[in-house]
């Protein structure tokens, strides 16, 4: 397919594993697209997946560097991601991305007059709100007074009803301040979890997403907000493992292969171009970014596409350390008091035989995307140094930035009546992407929430059953 000799004409996307004849062509390889093929292959339905890039994972991956093996970004998921967790045990990378035993964060603050201060958020084994009550009481950070204010406001978050749509239209800065929250509360607490997980700081940020995120994670279950990530390269799961899992599921796997069109036939049946051949197929879903689905979508097939422009994105930056030394003694930690976000050690991950490489995760990073590198290595490692002592002394072997311009969608307030779901008004096609309208925030949970949606929608068409297996919930759309 991929080296641009001609076919001698349309050929079937696949042949289905069950006898059915369905047949369905997923276009995109990251999370989105891997899991919609893997739901519908599970159900019988004979399943291409294309994908441009020479990979799978989409805006989560790894890549070469000077011997060491580099995800291009940190990337956790919680407890309460349930889909991305059945995902893992879909393509059996569960034990290589494991939770913590009980949500614990560092958060070292160097902007002291007494010098650097250490407080964690962390978790009793007590019900939901007080799982979280001695860690906010004794959080070092914020003043007394402060605290009491921020267990109001979360009563009062908790309180919100996420179905009521005003609150996609306000802004969780305003809310906070509404609710008596000082801007060092949204900056030690609010904007610590809120930056990480909507990549926007509080006034940027819609409040229905906003509330999505700590209802659901701290406010929900006592072990909602207990944190994983993968202890290998992000290639190794998402891409590595997702593909052993597509091929054992039959479903036939394309890279470097860019669609240029879809279309439907006289019978109704979907036409999907590549360079030197189309492929036909009952079924298409577009899983790839919201402006790349604008440009295939067909006329028609949404009542307003151009919303899907409108839909922003935010950017990412991940600074890149490799130390002779170790440096820092734990898995991880935030900050404060210091452009320095969210630091992971990645050292065993990467294969380094000796000395620390840390990544540091820079979320809403619009004011550095595009900084030179020079400039970067200016700002940053003097501020390792006042965080982390033990670097003062270390050598620096290299440092290097890996930069995502358009790393999620931006969460800004009335990005949900943008959100599109699953299902379009051209029978046969439906979309997915963590851009869709999962309920969540850009993460990988919502990726995979949305293949689902896409998939569970195109087999209600095919009149196929879900698959025994496949997660299960509420479609939000």
């Known amino acids: 397919m991929t080296d641009g000799t001609q076919s001698e004409g349309p050929r079937t996307a696949a042949t289905g594993r069950s006898g059915s004849g369905r047949d369905a062509v997923v276009i995109g390889g990251g999370l989105a697209g891997v899991t919609a093929a893997l739901a519908l292959a599970d159900a019988g339905i004979g399943v291409t997946l294309l994908e441009g890039r020479p990979r799978l994972g989409g805006l989560a991956f790894s890549f070469q560097r000077d011997g060491l093996t580099v995800d291009n970004g940190q990337h956790v998921y919680l407890r309460c991601c349930t889909a991305y967790r059945w995902f893992l045990d879909r393509i059996e990378g569960t034990a290589l991305a494991p939770l913590q035993n009980r949500l614990d964060v560092p958060v070292l603050d160097v902007d002291k007059p007494e010098?650097?201060?250490?407080?964690r958020l962390r978790r009793d084994a007590l019900p939901v709100p007080l799982h979280l009550g001695r860690s906010l009481a004794t959080y070092p950070h914020l003043s007394l007074a402060?605290?009491?204010r921020v267990g109001r406001a979360a009563l009062a978050l908790k309180g919100l009803d996420l179905a009521d749509p005003s609150l996609d239209a306000t802004d969780f800065g305003s809310w906070l301040t509404a609710h008596g929250q000082s801007a060092r509360a949204v900056e030690a607490l609010w904007d610590l979890v809120g930056v990480a997980t909507l990549n926007a700081v509080a006034k940027d940020a819609s409040l229905g997403l906003a509330a999505m995120v700590f209802k659901t994670g701290l406010l929900s279950d006592p072990g909602a907000a207990d944190i994983g990530w993968a202890r290998v390269p992000l290639g190794d799961l998402h891409d590595r493992l997702a593909r052993k899992a597509l091929d054992s599921a039959g479903v036939r796997t394309e890279v470097r292969?860019?669609?240029?069109?879809?279309?439907?036939?006289?019978?109704?049946?979907?036409?999907?171009?590549?360079p030197g051949e189309t492929l036909t197929a009952d079924a298409v879903v577009l899983a790839v970014p919201q402006r790349e689905a604008h440009d295939l979508l067909p006329a028609g097939a949404l009542d307003a596409p151009e919303r899907l422009l409108e839909i922003g994105t935010a950017p990412i930056l991940n600074v890149h350390v490799v130390y002779d030394r170790t440096v820092l003694a734990r898995p991880f930690f935030a900050a404060l008091g210091?452009?320095?976000?969210?630091?992971?050690?990645?050292?065993?991950?990467?294969?380094?035989?000796?000395g620390q490489y840390l990544a540091l995760s820079q979320s809403a990073a619009w004011d550095e995307i595009d900084e030179p590198v020079a400039t970067l290595r200016e700002r940053y490692l003097p501020e390792l140094e006042r965080l982390?002592?033990?670097a003062r002394g270390a050598r620096v072997k290299d440092f290097f930035v890996t930069r995502e311009r358009t790393a999620t969608f931006a969460p800004t307030p009335g990005v949900g009546r943008l959100r599109p779901g699953a299902r379009t008004k051209a029978s046969g096609l439906y979309l997915a992407g963590a851009w869709t309208a999962t309920g969540w925030p850009a993460t990988?949970?919502?990726a995979v929430r949305s293949g689902v949606s896409a998939a569970q929608a195109a087999l209600d068409a095919l009149g196929r059953p879900r698959p025994r297996h496949l997660f299960a919930f509420e479609e939000a759309a």
């Open 115 to 119: 010098g650097r201060r250490l407080g």
């Open 257 to 274: 292969t860019r669609v240029t069109s879809i279309s439907t036939d006289d019978n109704g049946r979907w036409s999907v171009q590549v």
């Open 388 to 390: 982390l002592p033990r």
């Open 146 to 148: 402060e605290r009491a």
């Open 444 to 446: 990988m949970e919502s």
């Open 338 to 354: 210091t452009p320095v976000q969210w630091v992971f050690d990645r050292t065993e991950a990467s294969g380094l035989p000796q």
